[in-house]
């Protein structure tokens, strides 16, 4: 049972455009939401993230949101540059006693093109 | 860089070995996991531990085992390889929560894992 979801296997997008990557989650004990970005024979890397208690956060060119009500997170970049052709995954932590476990969706891979 | 080192970045082996792969940190975090990642899955936790000699299991834990013996090393086993066991494994650590919040992970650069 995947508590989380990214739909879109793939997507792709001029430079200078907006890219929406989307993410599902089910489980309504998620309070935390991050981002991450992977690059082909690298680790993930952190990107953006956003807590339970806001539903819009900001960090240049990246910006997340967050639908409590529908259980729904989105990564917009604006604007797109080919640099950020990568695979991204969402990720989701849940209050308590968690271990600070992240639960990853099944990522989308982000081409830009120039 | 980041702290963290993987080893080996690559390994082939044959069904039924033992293999054993290696976390590094220097970053003196409490946390670590390993997670394993295949096309369509994305990243499934496999164990993780919350400080030295104290593991636990993720959701894809059967046919591995950990041991973390100090605080920057963690040893992900796979007691005797199979071939649904070739994959990306990756190692993340985090300093978990400060304040209330959590800080994420740092990943490590990957093994690439395949049996045959």
């Known amino acids: 049972d995947q508590q989380v979801k990214q739909n879109s296997p793939s997507l792709s997008v001029q430079e200078g455009r907006i890219s929406i990557l989307n993410c599902d989650y089910t489980?309504?004990?998620?309070?935390?939401f991050l981002w991450y970005k992977k690059y082909p024979a690298e680790g993930p890397t952190f990107l953006i993230s956003i807590s339970s208690i806001k539903d819009k956060n900001e960090d240049g060119r990246f910006t997340v949101f967050l639908n409590k009500s529908a259980k729904h997170l989105s990564l917009h970049i604006v604007p797109s540059q080919p640099g950020d052709s990568a695979v991204y995954f969402c990720?989701?932590?849940?209050?308590?006693?968690?271990?600070?476990?992240?639960?990853f969706g099944q990522g989308t891979i982000l081409t830009v093109h120039p | 860089d980041a702290g963290i080192t993987q080893s080996p970045r690559h390994k082939v082996t044959e069904t039924g070995t033992p293999v054993t792969l290696r976390c590094h940190q220097t970053e003196n975090h409490r946390y670590m996991y390993w997670y394993r990642q295949d096309p369509g899955h994305g990243l499934r936790l496999i164990h993780y531990s919350y400080g030295v000699k104290d593991t636990d299991k993720g959701e894809v834990s059967d046919g591995y085992s950990v041991s973390r013996s100090k605080t920057e090393d963690f040893l992900l086993t796979l007691e005797s390889a199979t071939s649904s066991q070739t994959s990306v494994y990756f190692c993340?650590?985090?300093?978990?929560?400060?304040?209330?919040?959590?800080?994420?992970?740092?990943f490590g650069s990957g093994t690439r894992l395949t049996v045959v």
């Open positions: 489980n309504s004990m998620f309070d935390y």
């Open positions: 990720a989701m932590l849940a209050g308590g006693t968690s271990y600070g476990k992240l639960t």
């Open positions: 993340a650590i985090s300093k978990g929560e400060t304040g209330g919040r959590n800080y994420g992970y740092t």
